[in-house]
């Protein structure tokens, strides 16, 4: 199991994961930002990561590096993005998630929620205006579109925004944003009173009016905030309107433009946990022997490693899919429906493997089985992806029980 940095011939040569070579699926520029991500995560993520997690802690440290390692803003082209294929976005995600949920997750809001609701809605002048800044991290994303009554029904948010002159006035309340606390851009998603449509708007740091609170208690993601948003009378003027986001339909484009992107992340946490218990179980002795001499072990990892594999297999499709411009919401549902239940299935296999040690955060399986929860429900539950699939191959909305 040995942690070599050079990226080697195959991915099994850095985690002993790729049962089916599938590291032979990746050019070289998607190739070289996950190696990047990977000597970050091995040397400076997972050496400190338990104690941000313990502490509840923002890692700003390693938020800070982020856009040294040339990988902030995915796919967006220009103003100092990345600039990256949805593959390479899908293998830095994994990557960061190997070492941890929180950093990942953070990630995943400033540049997959709120820098692609810019890229994907603003105008050319509102790109130029946020991106490049973003880009660096000289200023930071948040996405508000939950709210505390409105999570798997957002379509419904009640949050208003109403036309006063050059400027829009929006009330409401949001739950669950992340990076909500600390965010110098925060995506507003909002109804307006007029059209009855929803629309995005950017509310900038200091706008009185807005106030933020932090989500205390939380046992998932332990190291990134999120926060109860309030709006009372936040005026923002209409040069901070979204241009093109004039519908929820725009707001579900950039949702489903990061779904598929969370069974990426599924796959780190789940090959982080598989690549601590086969690690332990190879050193552990009891009864005289590694614990890797007993069959009933070398069951379990087997069938972990089957599971493993299989997610790799969804990864690697959905990242041919989205490279190409024909990954469908469905297909991306799927994939973020499987990948988050099968994880969850390793993370908890593993961390049994492990005995009481399973439980130390020292031996990071227990952050990953706590964060893995997270991830199983943000962008869409699995009930919500199992009803959204299920209307597809039967035509039958369960939602309410239309026929398409």
Same mark, same amino acid.
């Given at each position: 199991?040995?942690?070599t940095?050079?990226?080697?011939?195959?991915?099994? /040569?850095?985690l002993?994961? $790729?049962?089916f070579?599938?590291? $032979?699926?990746?050019t070289?520029?998607?190739?070289?930002p996950?190696?990047a991500t990977?000597?970050?995560?091995?040397?400076?993520? *997972?050496?400190?990561?338990a104690?941000?997690? /313990?502490r509840?802690?923002?890692?700003?440290?390693?938020?800070r590096?982020?856009p040294e %390692?040339?990988?902030v803003?995915?796919?967006?082209?220009?103003?100092?993005?990345?600039?990256?294929s949805?593959?390479?976005?899908?293998?830095v995600?994994?990557?960061?998630?190997?070492?941890?949920?929180?950093?990942?997750t953070? *990630? #995943?809001?400033?540049?997959?929620?709120a =820098?692609q609701?810019?890229?994907?809605c603003?105008?050319d002048e509102?790109?130029?205006?946020?991106?490049?800044?973003?880009?660096?991290m000289?200023?930071?994303?948040a996405?508000?579109?939950?709210?505390p009554?409105?999570?798997s029904d957002?379509?419904?948010?009640?949050t208003t925004?109403?036309r006063?002159? #050059?400027?829009?006035?929006?009330d409401?309340?949001?739950r669950?944003?992340g990076?909500?606390?600390v965010?110098?851009l925060?995506v507003?998603?909002?109804?307006?009173?007029g059209?009855?449509?929803?629309n995005?708007?950017?509310v900038e740091?200091?706008t009185p009016?807005?106030?933020?609170e932090v989500?205390?208690?939380?046992a998932? %993601?332990r +190291?990134?905030w999120?926060?109860?948003?309030?709006?009372?009378?936040?005026?923002?003027?209409?040069?901070?309107?979204?241009?093109g986001?004039?519908?929820?339909?725009d707001?579900?484009?950039?949702?489903?433009s990061?779904?598929?992107?969370?069974a990426? !992340?599924?796959?780190?946490h789940?090959?982080g946990a598989?690549?601590?218990a !086969?690690?332990?179980?190879?050193?552990?002795k009891?009864?005289?022997k590694t %614990?890797?001499?007993?069959?009933?072990v070398q069951q379990?990892?087997?069938?972990m490693?089957?599971?493993?594999t299989? =997610?790799q %297999?969804?990864?690697?499709?959905?990242?041919?899919?989205?490279d +190409?411009?024909?990954?469908?919401?469905?297909?991306?549902g *799927?994939?973020?429906?499987?990948?988050?239940?099968?994880a969850?299935q390793?993370?908890?296999?593993?961390r @049994? *493997?492990m005995?009481g040690?399973?439980v130390?955060? /020292?031996?990071?399986v227990?952050?990953?089985?706590a964060?893995?929860?997270?991830?199983?429900?943000?962008?869409?539950?699995?009930? !919500?992806?199992?009803l959204?699939?299920?209307? @597809?191959?039967?035509?039958?909305?369960?939602?309410t029980?239309e026929?398409?």
């Amino acid at each position: 199991m040995s942690s070599t940095h050079d990226g080697g011939t195959h991915l099994g /040569e850095s985690l002993g994961t $790729d049962f089916f070579s599938v590291r $032979d699926q990746f050019t070289e520029e998607q190739w070289e930002p996950f190696i990047a991500t990977r000597r970050f995560v091995d040397d400076e993520v *997972l050496p400190v990561a338990a104690g941000y997690w /313990e502490r509840a802690e923002m890692p700003w440290p390693l938020i800070r590096r982020l856009p040294e %390692l040339g990988i902030v803003g995915e796919d967006i082209a220009g103003y100092g993005c990345a600039g990256m294929s949805p593959t390479a976005c899908g293998l830095v995600h994994m990557e960061l998630h190997r070492g941890d949920g929180s950093l990942g997750t953070f *990630l #995943g809001v400033h540049a997959g929620l709120a =820098m692609q609701s810019i890229a994907m809605c603003g105008s050319d002048e509102q790109k130029q205006r946020w991106l490049p800044d973003m880009a660096a991290m000289r200023a930071i994303g948040a996405f508000a579109l939950t709210e505390p009554d409105h999570g798997s029904d957002s379509v419904a948010l009640e949050t208003t925004a109403r036309r006063e002159g #050059g400027d829009w006035v929006l009330d409401g309340t949001k739950r669950w944003i992340g990076n909500g606390s600390v965010a110098d851009l925060v995506v507003v998603w909002a109804r307006d009173t007029g059209s009855g449509e929803v629309n995005g708007f950017v509310v900038e740091k200091g706008t009185p009016g807005y106030r933020a609170e932090v989500i205390e208690g939380k046992a998932s %993601l332990r +190291a990134v905030w999120q926060a109860d948003i309030t709006l009372e009378g936040v005026r923002v003027p209409e040069a901070n309107r979204l241009t093109g986001a004039n519908g929820f339909a725009d707001t579900a484009r950039v949702l489903a433009s990061t779904r598929s992107i969370c069974a990426w !992340m599924a796959l780190g946490h789940a090959t982080g946990a598989y690549d601590a218990a !086969m690690r332990y179980a190879s050193e552990r002795k009891q009864f005289g022997k590694t %614990l890797t001499s007993f069959q009933i072990v070398q069951q379990r990892l087997v069938r972990m490693l089957a599971d493993l594999t299989g =997610m790799q %297999l969804y990864c690697v499709q959905i990242g041919r899919l989205a490279d +190409a411009g024909r990954l469908s919401p469905t297909v991306a549902g *799927l994939a973020k429906m499987n990948n988050t239940g099968k994880a969850r299935q390793i993370i908890a296999e593993a961390r @049994d *493997l492990m005995g009481g040690n399973g439980v130390l955060l /020292e031996n990071h399986v227990i952050r990953h089985m706590a964060d893995i929860e997270s991830i199983h429900t943000f962008e869409g539950t699995e009930t !919500m992806q199992t009803l959204i699939v299920g209307r @597809d191959i039967t035509g039958i909305g369960a939602f309410t029980g239309e026929t398409r």
